[in-house]
C-alpha cells in the first residue's frame, strides 16, 4: 500500500534552512514538487529508488539537497539559503518505479513553507 506523508514545513526567514521528511511506503522514485499561490505545480527535486540518481530544477540547484534512507522509508529535502520565491506548498511525489516520471502516480498532502524577507 503507498502512502505518502510530508512533514517539516513552516515559517522561516530569508537565509534560513528547513528540512523536509516524506515517510514514503511502498513506492520506488520519490521526488518534490510545490506550488505558490497563482501558480502552476512545478517539479523541485527528485531521487531514484537506491538513490544514485539525483536533479534539481534549475533555480535550487545547490541550495536544495534531496537524499533518501530506505530505512526508514523516508526521503528529505534539505533546503538551504532558502528565499521569498521559495515560498509554496511542497508536495511529495512518488512513482512505482526506479525514477521518477513526469506525472507521478502517487501524491502526498502537502507541507506549506514559509520564507519571509
Known amino acids: 500500500q503507498v502512502q505518502l506523508v510530508e512533514s517539516g514545513g513552516g515559517l522561516v526567514q530569508a537565509g534560513d534552512s528547513l528540512r523536509l521528511s516524506c515517510a514514503a511506503s511502498g513506492v520506488y522514485a520519490v521526488g518534490w514538487f510545490r506550488q505558490a499561490p497563482g501558480k502552476e505545480r512545478e517539479f523541485v527535486a527528485a531521487?531514484?529508488?537506491?538513490?544514485?540518481?539525483?536533479r534539481y530544477t534549475d533555480s535550487v540547484k545547490g541550495r536544495f539537497t534531496i537524499s533518501r534512507d530506505n530505512a526508514k522509508n523516508t526521503v528529505y529535502l534539505q533546503m538551504d539559503s532558502l528565499k521569498p520565491e521559495d515560498t509554496a506548498v511542497y508536495y511529495c511525489?512518488?512513482?512505482?518505479?526506479?525514477?521518477?516520471?513526469?506525472?507521478?502516480?502517487?501524491w502526498g498532502q502537502g507541507t506549506q513553507v514559509t520564507v519571509s524577507s
Open positions: 531521487i531514484s529508488w537506491r538513490g544514485g540518481n539525483t
Open positions: 511525489a512518488a512513482d512505482l518505479k526506479v525514477v521518477l516520471t513526469t506525472n507521478p502516480s502517487y
